[in-house]
């Protein structure tokens, strides 16, 4: 159904949009202001119109409007969304400000309830990550993180937005990309005064590099920053189908502490229905081989909400990796992304099912306990299957750390690579960012200028 907002003002219209269509995921939702109300009348199904009086505190106008408009489409639809009104990436922001500032836990979850409308659940779970992310953060000195991106992958995914590109396709490009990144992270390492707190290598998939250009990266890591004494080095190892014996040994001889495994299924028929082209068997045996070279940091990541799957798929998926005993587990909401080829191409698969619902990351979650884990950090995206979260479990002492500190924006991020997004958090809260290009053409065409960005006085002295 095509759905048409008419606002009286052109205020707060991304707001509007996320809520009405947090509530209509499935509608085309577009904003109008009063000037063209006509043709929303006309060319629309549906029409809402949202009223924005006169304000003098944007912030308290804002949160009204929302708490007014949540409750006509809750009674309009019988519907009651888990996060109520927040539509931001980062809800744990919200208790953890309140226990920075010193309030007590009952206000802090009464302030969620009764400003932002979320559910008791969703409230008690933010309050208990916040307070485990507190507890870890507290003791570190905030600085800056660094980010290199591996912007290849084996095949691409139907649900990927990221910046990744097939490495079969591109391999005569992997070392050009190479010595790009090697020019930017020396120009990093030339502009910060101290040392990273922790280095993460994402993409992508790190380990589609062949073992000598892993090899080659990781040196120059080391040989710029005291990767020996960093808090945390993670490298992804998400694609099963690109680990091996040889590229474990790479990572292994160099100081990474934690990796990253993904299955996101254990069921080989949605593997190949997201684009994966790998086995579930793949998984296990990525798995057992990176325990044998002595990896005792390994986590998982799943995701709900895949084509196809109910309740018995992920059952059998959670009993296989408990079986595994993997050291954390990450649980995404399938999230439709418009990139994506699971939207861009939606005829070739609006015929499978596609659920998720608190019932379902309840069974993640209990199998996290199950092994062990608490929850320590939870992020949420736009357009997610059942308007929930992603939620990270570990054991204790096994938390992402990185993940922490740039969900809360604690840290700088210092990222390198195609698509990497830099991001310079100054003490007066103030958050600048610069994005580099996603195409590897164009970041090599680019490179000297994006690495004269990435260390200029602009972005850095606020
Ligand atoms: S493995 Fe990750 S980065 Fe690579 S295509 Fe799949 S979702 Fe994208």
């Known amino acids: 159904m095509r759905r048409a907002v008419v606002c009286s003002r052109e205020d707060f219209f991304y707001d509007i949009h996320s809520l009405v269509k947090s509530f209509y995921p499935s509608d085309d939702v577009v904003i109008f202001s009063l000037d063209d109300e006509e043709k929303a009348s006309e060319e629309y199904d549906a029409k809402l119109t949202v009223e924005i009086p006169p304000y003098t505190d944007r912030a308290e106008a804002k949160n009204q409007l929302k708490q007014d408009l949540y409750r006509r489409l809750s009674q309009t639809t019988g519907k009651e969304l888990p996060w109520g009104t927040l539509s931001g990436i980062r809800p744990t922001k919200i208790p953890m400000k309140g226990l920075n500032d010193g309030l007590a836990p009952e206000q802090i979850l009464r302030d969620m309830k009764d400003r932002y409308l979320v559910s008791d659940r969703k409230a008690s779970l933010a309050l208990r990550i916040a307070n485990l992310e507190k507890s870890l953060v507290d003791k570190l000195t905030p600085g800056w993180d660094l980010y290199a991106g591996i912007p290849f992958c084996p095949t691409i995914c139907s649900y990927c937005t990221f910046s990744s590109s097939p490495i079969g396709k591109w391999s005569k490009k992997v070392d050009q990309y190479l010595d790009d990144l090697e020019k930017e992270l020396r120009a990093v390492a030339k502009w910060m005064k101290t040392q990273p707190n922790t280095i993460y290598i994402g993409g992508g998939t790190p380990t589609s590099l062949e073992p000598y250009q892993l090899e080659r990266l990781l040196s120059v890591i080391d040989e710029l920053f005291d990767s020996k004494h960093v808090l945390e080095f993670t490298v992804e190892a998400g694609r099963p189908d690109t680990v091996t014996p040889e590229k474990l040994r790479v990572l292994k001889s160099h100081p990474v502490t934690r990796i990253s495994i ?201």
């Open 262 to 462: 993904n299955p996101q299924t254990m069921n080989d028929r949605t593997l190949e229905l997201i684009g994966r082209r790998h086995t579930s068997e793949e998984t296990i045996a990525a798995f057992k081989m990176a325990r044998d070279e002595g990896f005792d940091n390994i986590n998982m990541d799943l995701i709900m909400g895949l084509p196809d799957e109910g309740k018995d798929e992920v059952r059998y998926t959670l009993d296989q990796v408990e079986k595994l005993d993997p050291d954390s587990l990450t649980v995404h909401s399938l999230a439709f992304k418009r990139a994506s080829r699971l939207t861009t191409q939606w005829a070739d698969y609006k015929m499978l099912s596609y659920e998720n619902s608190d019932e379902v990351m309840d069974m993640a979650s209990e199998s996290a306990l199950k092994m062990g884990m608490a929850p320590y950090y939870l992020y949420r995206q736009k357009n997610m299957r059942g308007n929930l979260e992603n939620v990270g479990y570990a054991r204790p002492g096994k938390e992402g750390l990185y993940n922490i500190l740039i969900m809360e924006e604690i840290d700088s991020i210092l990222a390198c690579g195609a698509g990497a997004s830099t991001k310079a958090v100054h003490p007066n809260g103030l958050i600048e960012r610069v994005v580099n290009p996603k195409d590897i053409v164009t970041y090599h065409d680019r490179i000297d200028e994006l690495c004269d960005k990435k260390v200029s006085g602009d972005l850095w002295n606020k």
